[in-house]
């Protein structure tokens, strides 16, 4: 998320631009609806200033890297009503690696008002432009990274990945009074992607040989995203008899609209030795690749949520929430060879409740446990053509938090069971190796223990320190061996 607003990351986000960077673990991120069970991640970006100011700075590095900045900040008016920001990045390198290298360009733009004693208007802008080589490393033979110097670029020259991101967003909040406030966004946005270059190495069964000779396939694919939500927040404490309580109330709507054009990749464009270059004559010429697929994926969401902190005593509080989201998936698979479209749609609602308690039994530990349901849509279709219904998942956490040495540092610890009981793979009935069409034939459960550290500032100095074991299994599966781990997943971080 950036902002609050779920924004896509496929492009490396800007953080010079960026305030602070909040990591919401666990369930406390299922309010957001339709994200992964293990927490969000929210980028804050730079807001205006009523006093005036600035900075500029230039940053330069090996490898011909050049990345000057502009961050200036004021008020527009005498009055002090209306503030604005702007930060802005350019950046220019090469790599570590012969020919490849990137350009990118970003602006964040923003106004304050303030609309009356309780009100105020905030209008951010974010624009970032990428442009690079497509580098895929150097590959590996028998799964064992090749001994080739590390500057060795073994893909085509004149490979890119093109990248453009845009938002606009509006924020309004209002204090009714020093207990109430309600706040609404409307936020649009923009992305696009163009990706034409060598196919990856090992990929489409062009293995590198032993030898180090390898036949370099050509691929081309293009995103077009449009995203919009509007969202309403009110917040409040108040008092029912003994207890006191903190309360979110929420609803939000939002459209994501994808379309995703597919071209014929050639599969045998020329061929390159990763040891000696110079071996085979590379080709340079940039081949006219035809399309073979438009895939447009519209998906509309709708989403009310209500969450109450309740202190029932000093030293026990009890947190009970709960989301309602409603789901409406299209995809629509258009194929240029023969003119004919696949329609496939899904309807979907589903209920996340999420409990937690803390124990305080003196000032300086708080224990806690929660449990929270949520779900994450599937893509793909199932072997009728239908669209698949979301995966469930079960999400177990307890822990205790200690404050050390008067409350400069603070230790937390969590254990945790994260369990996907219906996860999508790929089918494989009747022989099938298309990947699109899958089957719920699978559970994912993860357990592990969480350590973090955190102190309070002291003399500009401050400490974030954190240790993580993760242990995820498959324990249902119809692909992969029942009780083996899941690949690309650390145990220890």
Same mark, same amino acid.
């Given at each position: 998320?950036?902002?609050? =607003?779920?924004?896509?990351?496929?492009?490396?986000?800007?953080?010079?631009?960026?305030?602070?960077?909040?990591?919401?673990?666990?369930?406390?991120?299922?309010?957001?609806?339709?994200?992964?069970?293990?927490?969000? =991640?929210?980028?804050?970006?730079?807001?205006?200033?009523?006093?005036?100011?600035?900075?500029?700075?230039?940053?330069?590095?090996?490898?011909?890297?050049?990345?000057?900045? =502009?961050?200036?900040?004021?008020?527009?008016?005498?009055?002090?009503?209306?503030?604005?920001?702007?930060?802005?990045?350019?950046?220019?390198?090469?790599?570590?690696?012969?020919?490849?290298?990137?350009?990118?360009?970003?602006?964040?733009?923003?106004?304050?008002?303030?609309?009356?004693?309780?009100?105020?208007?905030?209008?951010?802008?974010?624009?970032?432009?990428?442009?690079?080589?497509?580098?895929?490393?150097?590959?590996?033979?028998?799964?064992?990274?090749?001994?080739?110097?590390?500057?060795?670029?073994?893909?085509?020259?004149?490979?890119?990945?093109?990248?453009?991101?845009?938002?606009?967003?509006?924020?309004?909040?209002?204090?009714?009074?020093?207990?109430?406030?309600?706040?609404?966004?409307?936020?649009?946005?923009?992305?696009?992607?163009?990706?034409?270059?060598?196919?990856?190495?090992?990929?489409?069964?062009?293995?590198?040989?032993?030898?180090?000779?390898?036949?370099?396939?050509?691929?081309?694919?293009?995103?077009?995203?449009?995203?919009?939500?509007?969202?309403?927040?009110?917040?409040?404490?108040?008092?029912?008899?003994?207890?006191?309580?903190?309360?979110?109330?929420?609803?939000?709507?939002?459209?994501?609209?994808?379309?995703?054009?597919?071209?014929?990749?050639?599969?045998?464009?020329?061929?390159?030795?990763?040891?000696?270059?110079?071996?085979?004559?590379?080709?340079?010429?940039?081949?006219?690749?035809?399309?073979?697929?438009?895939?447009?994926?519209?998906?509309?969401?709708?989403?009310?949520?209500?969450?109450?902190?309740?202190?029932?005593?000093?030293?026990?509080?009890?947190?009970?929430?709960?989301?309602?989201?409603?789901?409406?998936?299209?995809?629509?698979?258009?194929?240029?060879?023969?003119?004919?479209?696949?329609?496939?749609?899904?309807?979907?609602?589903?209920?996340?409740?999420?409990?937690?308690?803390?124990?305080?039994?003196?000032?300086?530990?708080?224990?806690?446990?929660?449990?929270?349901?949520?779900?994450?849509?599937?893509?793909?279709?199932?072997?009728?053509?239908?669209?698949?219904?979301?995966?469930?998942?079960?999400?177990?956490?307890?822990?205790?938090?200690?404050?050390?040495?008067?409350?400069?540092?603070?230790?937390?610890?969590?254990?945790?069971?994260?369990?996907?009981?219906?996860?999508?793979?790929?089918?494989?009935?009747?022989?099938?190796?298309?990947?699109?069409?899958?089957?719920?034939?699978?559970?994912?459960?993860?357990?592990?223990?969480?350590?973090?550290?955190?102190?309070?500032?002291?003399?500009?100095?401050?400490? =974030?320190?954190?240790?993580?074991?993760?242990?995820?299994?498959?324990?249902?599966?119809?692909?992969?061996?029942?009780?083996?781990?899941?690949?690309?997943?650390?145990?220890?971080?």
């Amino acid at each position: 998320f950036k902002n609050g =607003i779920r924004f896509n990351n496929t492009a490396m986000p800007e953080m010079s631009a960026l305030e602070s960077v909040e990591i919401m673990k666990g369930s406390a991120a299922i309010l957001f609806g339709n994200v992964a069970a293990g927490g969000v =991640i929210n980028l804050v970006t730079k807001k205006p200033h009523f006093d005036n100011g600035g900075k500029v700075s230039l940053n330069a590095k090996s490898y011909d890297y050049y990345e000057p900045t =502009i961050d200036v900040y004021g008020s527009l008016n005498k009055s002090k009503t209306v503030a604005f920001r702007v930060n802005s990045v350019f950046e220019k390198s090469r790599s570590f690696r012969d020919v490849v290298k990137s350009e990118r360009i970003y602006i964040n733009p923003s106004l304050l008002f303030k609309l009356g004693k309780r009100t105020e208007l905030l209008i951010e802008g974010d624009y970032l432009n990428d442009d690079r080589t497509a580098d895929f490393g150097i590959g590996a033979i028998d799964y064992t990274l090749i001994d080739i110097p590390r500057k060795r670029f073994i893909g085509v020259e004149w490979s890119y990945y093109k990248t453009e991101q845009q938002s606009t967003t509006a924020t309004i909040t209002h204090h009714f009074n020093k207990n109430w406030q309600i706040r609404g966004i409307g936020s649009f946005q923009q992305f696009s992607s163009d990706l034409f270059a060598n196919q990856r190495p090992n990929s489409n069964n062009q293995f590198i040989k032993g030898n180090g000779m390898w036949i370099r396939g050509i691929q081309r694919t293009k995103v077009d995203e449009e995203y919009s939500i509007a969202q309403l927040d009110v917040t409040g404490k108040f008092k029912t008899a003994f207890l006191q309580h903190t309360l979110l109330l929420g609803a939000d709507v939002d459209k994501y609209n994808t379309s995703t054009i597919a071209f014929n990749p050639i599969s045998q464009y020329d061929t390159v030795n990763v040891f000696d270059l110079s071996k085979y004559k590379q080709r340079k010429d940039i081949p006219d690749l035809t399309r073979r697929a438009l895939t447009s994926a519209p998906v509309s969401r709708a989403g009310i949520y209500i969450q109450d902190l309740i202190s029932l005593t000093d030293k026990i509080k009890l947190l009970a929430g709960v989301r309602f989201s409603y789901l409406d998936i299209v995809s629509k698979v258009y194929t240029y060879s023969n003119e004919t479209t696949i329609t496939t749609s899904n309807y979907d609602h589903a209920f996340s409740p999420r409990f937690g308690l803390v124990y305080q039994p003196i000032a300086t530990i708080a224990c806690f446990a929660s449990y929270a349901n949520s779900f994450t849509t599937n893509t793909g279709i199932d072997v009728n053509g239908e669209a698949l219904p979301p995966s469930i998942i079960d999400q177990y956490e307890i822990g205790i938090k200690k404050d050390i040495l008067k409350g400069f540092l603070s230790a937390n610890v969590t254990i945790y069971q994260i369990k996907n009981s219906n996860l999508a793979q790929t089918s494989l009935a009747e022989g099938n190796t298309n990947s699109n069409i899958k089957e719920l034939a699978g559970e994912v459960t993860s357990k592990g223990l969480e350590v973090d550290i955190s102190s309070k500032e002291w003399k500009g100095l401050s400490l =974030i320190a954190g240790y993580s074991y993760n242990n995820t299994r498959y324990t249902k599966s119809n692909t992969y061996i029942v009780g083996s781990q899941l690949r690309y997943n650390p145990n220890n971080t």
